[in-house]
């Protein structure tokens, strides 16, 4: 059994900064960040490979940074809005990433235990 431990979130004002973290217990080939806003459905936020490789939705470029190193998975937040708020969880799979196309939830067998991060306006 794979565990995936994450740290990290909290309480920050917009335009504020936040780091997320995540450790596996194996090297799984795929680490993906995804969110849960209130009320709603989960979404994929990044992803990293081993090795190295990275790809994000497009409603965080440019502001989040997925980076990958062995077992550990980080999300750098920047530029925060209320509209990011939400459960973050870290997702690994022992398979390459998925296409974007058919970048799910679904996709990814382990999963954290989730973290809340909350930005007010």
Known sequence: QVAVLQSGGGSVQAGGSLRLSCETTADPYCMAW?????GMEREWV???EGDGRT???DFVKGRFTVSRHSRKL????????PEDTG???????FAPCPNIRTMTSS????WGQGTQVTVSS
Request: hydrophobic share 45%; with cysteine.
């Open 107 to 110: 996709a990814f067998a382990f």
């Open 87 to 93: 459960m973050y969880f870290c997702a690994a799979r």
């Open 34 to 38: 995804f969110r849960q806003p209130p």
């Open 46 to 48: 990044g992803t990293g």
């Open 55 to 57: 790809q994000y939705a």
């Open 74 to 81: 980080y999300l750098q937040m920047s530029s925060l809005k």
